[in-house]
């Protein structure tokens, strides 16, 4: 033990590096092959680049063969390049480049902070970062919100630091501004530039740095970068579809997003997203209301302070005095940027608030490490005993949850109750030991042991529940008909690329109830034509009776049932592979 102490003691930043890796790789990396890949959009994504790695172009996106126009390209590459490496196609390798990008933006915080204000802010926050609930959760599902997250806060990292330095790097540096905003155009769209931009403009016009932001060296060869990263794809795409790329991409999955979300039909009111953040930055929630109550304190006693009329008083607050209040009004016009973009976009989904996170953790980080005041103490001690409680009444809640579930699920919940009971009671007891003594490094090694416990429940049990809910038979079915020459087509549910994983032949996808195209492809009589349904939908659909005149049932699932157009010598073997 004094050997290890002595190390860290003789060298900090290697053993800072070596913490975080830890971290990283008990957080973001184990368990990324433990459950399947989970519909919708993580199978549709990982099929997109599968196919395209088999097409052998890298440009055009294609989902069962149709173009798919809606995403740009990046993510899809960096999921074709791991699939081409490993050479095959798994969970884990599907995964694998998110969990890459992830540790790349806790690593980068975790240099922001030790640059700007100390090893030990660099470290807290960064690890507050990591262990946000919202951030764990989608580092562990291959989809592209943590591509926006990643590189959107690297540009913005990159943007304050060039703010703060005078020397020869300044300019590299607003140069990974833009490097880093062309790469998340590249891989969600246009607010991965748009946000940056508006957050720098306004940092620089309160503090009136607006020169060096249009500063030609910085600006015009960012530009460049900028240019060179996203037009050559954008070219292609035009070139290839023309006016449908346009329509299709920009303005139906761009600025209709925002400014129209009818068609969508995910629209939501302004306040949506407040109570989506307060589970999005579990566990931290409650001390980052602390930090901001502590900021809106301190905005108030400085404009109290301030001399002359109102307005030399309003402006006084606009006015930071020194590097630390210059850095939290940086980071505090990126969380209030995004949060309001988000809020006033007619389309929202819940990931979508993920890009506020970093600017959330740093402040809070701050506001642990930096700030010493009753404010911060009592915050903390509260914040700890809520979770405290709320680790109780899981613990209570794990033994008896079983009962309320269908039997597919109960048998996963009841086969780990006792020990999420034990585990969660633990912490629970652990968590109020810690505030009678208040040791802060006890109290933050007890919310880092807690998201850990979530983090593992989560790969082990609940991507399973959710992944057997259903989207399993989906798989099986596709994989047992895809040894056969046969057709497969899906009935009156939406498109679940579920069925793709496994069946590289055309699906026929018929969404809606339309009998007449069922019969085109059901009366085929040189191949089986094999029928996926939904049982709820034949259920309430009353056309049970009609699908079985022409039909029959090869296997009836929890969530859904497989027919097939003729009658086969195997109908034993589909049981005994869906089982």
Request: proline share 3%.
């Amino acid at each position: 033990m004094n050997k290890l102490k002595n190390f860290i003691t003789e060298h900090p930043e290697i053993s800072s590096v070596i913490l975080l890796s830890v971290l990283c790789y008990l957080f973001l990396f184990f368990g990324l092959n433990f459950y399947n890949l989970i519909d919708v959009d993580e199978t549709r994504y990982a099929v997109i680049a599968r196919d395209m790695l088999s097409a052998g172009d890298w440009n055009i996106l294609n989902l069962n063969s149709h173009p798919f126009l809606e995403k740009p390209p990046l993510y899809f590459w960096f999921v074709a390049t791991s699939i081409k490496i490993f050479k095959t196609f798994t969970p884990f390798v599907v995964r694998l480049p998110i969990a890459l990008l992830s540790s790349f933006l806790i690593f980068f915080t975790y240099f922001l902070g030790k640059k700007v204000l100390s090893r030990k802010f660099g470290l807290v926050s960064s690890t507050i970062l990591l262990t946000s609930s919202f951030f764990l959760l989608l580092s562990h599902i291959a989809i592209l919100d943590m591509l926006l997250n990643v590189f959107m806060a690297s540009s913005l990292y990159c943007g304050y630091l060039a703010l703060i330095r005078d020397d020869k790097f300044k300019k590299y540096l607003w140069w990974g501004f833009w490097l880093f905003a062309g790469l998340g155009f590249l891989a969600k769209g246009i607010l991965a530039v748009a946000i940056p931009l508006v957050v720098i403009f306004t940092y620089c016009l309160i503090t009136k740095k607006l020169k060096e932001l249009f500063n030609p060296i910085n600006c015009i060869i960012g530009l460049i970068i900028f240019l060179l990263i996203i037009i050559p794809w954008h070219l292609v795409m035009y070139n290839n579809f023309g006016m449908n790329f346009i329509n299709e991409y920009f303005v139906k999955h761009h600025f209709a997003r925002l400014l129209n979300s009818h068609d969508i039909g995910r629209k939501h009111g302004f306040f949506y997203f407040f109570g989506i953040f307060g589970f999005a930055f579990l566990p931290w929630i409650l001390i980052f209301i602390g930090a901001l109550c502590n900021g809106f304190k301190f905005v108030f006693n400085k404009f109290s302070n301030a001399q002359g009329t109102f307005f030399k008083k309003l402006q006084s607050i606009f006015n930071p005095e020194n590097d630390e209040e210059r850095f939290v009004l940086f980071f505090s016009i990126f969380f209030v940027v995004v949060f309001g973009v988000m809020s006033v976009s007619s389309t929202k989904l819940p990931t979508y608030i993920l890009p506020a996170l970093p600017a959330a953790s740093i402040l809070t980080g701050y506001f642990w490490c930096n700030v010493n005041n009753n404010l911060r103490n009592k915050t903390i001690i509260y914040s700890t005993n809520i979770l405290a409680v709320l680790f109780a009444i899981i613990a209570i809640l794990a033994v008896f949850a079983y009962k309320i579930f269908p039997s597919t699920i109960a048998s996963y919940i009841y086969a780990i109750k006792y020990n999420a009971c034990i585990c969660c009671l633990f912490l629970s007891i652990l968590l109020v030991y810690e505030t009678k003594k208040f040791d802060l490094k006890m109290i933050f090694t007890g919310y880092i042991l807690s998201m850990l416990f979530v983090i593992m429940l989560a790969v082990t049990t609940i991507f399973n529940i959710i992944y057997n809910c259903g989207e399993h038979e989906l798989v099986y079915y596709s994989d047992f008909v895809q040894t056969y020459p046969s057709r497969l087509v899906t009935f009156d549910f939406p498109v679940k690329p579920s069925v793709k994983i496994n069946h590289p032949d055309y699906v026929y996808f018929i969404t809606d109830r339309n009998f007449v195209e069922l019969e085109n492809h059901i009366s085929i009589k040189f191949m089986p034509v094999y029928v996926i349904v939904k049982n709820k939908e034949v259920k309430n659909g009353n056309y049970k009776d009609t699908l079985e005149k022409n039909l029959y049932l090869l296997h009836e699932g929890t969530k859904y049932s497989l027919y097939v157009n003729k009658k086969i010598d195997d109908k034993q073997k589909v049981i005994q592979v869906i089982q």
